[in-house]
């Protein structure tokens, strides 16, 4: 399971890579937002391996990293933004009925 292990964190790390290259990451992030992206990768593949030699058996498991992986780092950073985005509205909203 250590093999698997190493395996799933290097497939994270090309994934986040990759990710990084498609501009996937928010431009809020700044200049370290590509180290986010690559520890988003990496940590969204290792749980999803592990997640899948649970449900699915080691057969299937690099699979499952795979796919988890894509998931995580194209939605996480999306979803991040999304956040950001309605904590900003929200807190603006607040203050303009008691100016």
Request: hydrophobic fraction near 55%.
């Amino acid at each position: 399971m250590l093999l698997l292990s190493l395996i799933w964190l290097v497939i994270g790390l090309l994934l986040g890579a990759l990710a990084c290259g498609a501009k996937l990451r928010p431009a809020s992030w700044g200049k370290p937002g590509w180290l986010t992206m690559l520890g988003i990768g990496m940590v969204s593949t290792l749980l999803g391996g592990w997640l899948g030699t649970w449900l699915f058996g080691p057969q299937y498991a690099t699979v499952t990293a795979l796919w988890f992986g894509v998931l995580c780092v194209s939605l996480l950073p999306w979803l991040f933004k999304r956040r950001k985005l309605a904590t900003s509205v929200g807190a603006g909203a607040d203050d303009v009925g008691r100016g």
